[in-house]
Nanobody, 121 residues
Framework: QVQLAESGGGLVQPGGSLRLSCAAS????????MGWIRQAPGKQRELVAN???????NYADSVKGRFTISRDNAKNMVYLQMNSLEPEDTAVYYC???????????????WGQGTQVTVSS
């Protein structure tokens, strides 16, 4: 099983920045994409950013120009640099990954437990 663990959330004032981190762990797994999804109370989940391996990154229109996703393959880490934060960015941010365990398994989607980001003055 692939396990994801997020960190880096917290309280920040509007205009501030946060950097979220996600560590992936498991045995003999291959990741095909990694990304970040957020969910605010009472709202639908929103894909914030996604990074297919070997492909182009994708961002939600609401975060383009402010958020940057990056990945360190050697460390099995993915990051989300969040700048110019707005109150509307307040949500629980989840790391997600599409991965396969072994060589013949199905590609499955894995989720971290989430980290809270609160933007408020």
């Amino acid at each position: 099983q692939v396990q994801l663990a997020e960190s880096g959330g917290g309280l920040v004032q509007p205009g501030g920045s946060l950097r979220l981190s996600c560590a992936a762990s498991g045995s003999r797994f291959t990741i095909y994409s990694m990304g970040w999804i957020r969910q605010a109370p009472g709202k639908q989940r929103e894909l914030v950013a996604n990074m297919p391996i070997g492909g182009s990154t994708n961002y939600a229109d609401s975060v383009k120009g402010r958020f940057t996703i990056s990945r360190d393959n050697a460390k099995n880490m993915v990051y989300l640099q969040m700048n110019s934060l707005e109150p509307e960015d307040t949500a629980v941010y989840y790391c997600n990954a599409a991965a396969r365990e072994g060589s013949e398994g199905l590609i499955r989607v894995y989720w971290g437990q989430g980290t809270q980001v609160t933007v408020s003055s």
